[in-house]
């Protein structure tokens, strides 16, 4: 449903940086009235002063604080009208090698990656359910498909959300709510800057956010991303266990 406007609404989270900073821009570019969410409002408030006049709206949040989320999306709502569609970005990622194994380097990321997206989720598809319509997108990973070293932690949430999505696909189909899940390789964007190690098929943030659209629109279940490095890694998640920890092992001493 459009706003006052007439433009459709979106709310993205992750919005301050990345894939998200650069999805919020290009549906602001083409009439979507964009509802930006990030921790720092001053990355917000920059991204709108790129954007199109009243194309971008700031609701600063964090993710991992299930009652603010609550807040925000009423906000959003009673300011700019019904959602149509939300993005559930927002994310983060830290090694957590076996030699140094922390368990708050877990809590970290279950909360930021698993939790932040479920804390949207959970209000958004009562409303979504409601309504009979609106369409949600989750962004998750490819390395949610195996599990890889050093990314246990952030795998294990990943793999966490495409389960959920699967899941969540079929009991929302009589309702005409929309669930898709993003799961991108490796992009070029401040958090993989952070990377000490050589990404595989790296792409720009543009052609990640070509790829979102287009996925969207074309009502896929699951958008992946590269191409060569998405083959890969479905590869990967069919093989036989010995096989595939001969391939891991080599990542760990190669």
């Known amino acids: 449903m459009p706003d006052s406007s007439g433009r459709k609404v979106v709310w993205i ?3 301050g940086k990345g894939i998200g900073r650069a999805l919020a821009k290009r549906l602001a570019s083409e009439g979507w009235s964009v509802a930006a969410s990030a921790r720092t409002e001053a990355d917000l408030l920059s991204l709108q002063g790129e954007c199109v006049e009243g194309g971008v709206h700031v609701f600063p ?7 603010q989320n609550q807040k925000t999306i009423s906000q959003i709502e009673s ?54 319509s609106g369409h949600i997108a989750v962004v998750g990973s490819l390395a949610g498909y195996r599990g890889l ?14 389960n959920m999505c699967e899941a969540l696909k079929v009991e929302l189909e009589p309702h005409n709510v929309r669930i898709t899940l993003v799961n991108p390789g490796f992009v070029k964007t401040p958090l993989t800057d952070q990377n000490p190690f050589p990404m595989p098929f790296l792409i720009s ?16 279940f699951e958008i992946t991303f590269p191409k060569r490095f998405s083959f890969i890694m479905k590869l990967l998640r069919v093989l036989p266990d010995p096989l595939f920890f001969a391939l891991s092992r080599r990542i760990v001493t190669p």
């Open 79 to 132: 300011q700019m009208g019904p959602l149509d569609l939300v993005v559930l970005n927002a994310g983060t990622h830290k090694a957590n090698p076996a030699e140094t194994f922390s368990v708050e380097a877990f809590r970290v990321l279950v909360e930021s990656n698993l939790m932040g997206p479920v804390n949207g989720l959970a209000p958004i598809m009562a409303r979504f359910i409601d309504r009979k």
């Open 61 to 67: 949040l964090d993710v991992t604080d299930a009652e």
């Open 149 to 162: 070293p050093t990314a246990s932690a952030y795998g294990a949430t990943k793999a966490g959300l495409i």
């Open 13 to 15: 989270t992750g919005a």
């Open 205 to 220: 943030v543009d052609e990640a956010v070509e790829q979102i659209i287009r996925g969207l629109n074309m009502d896929r």
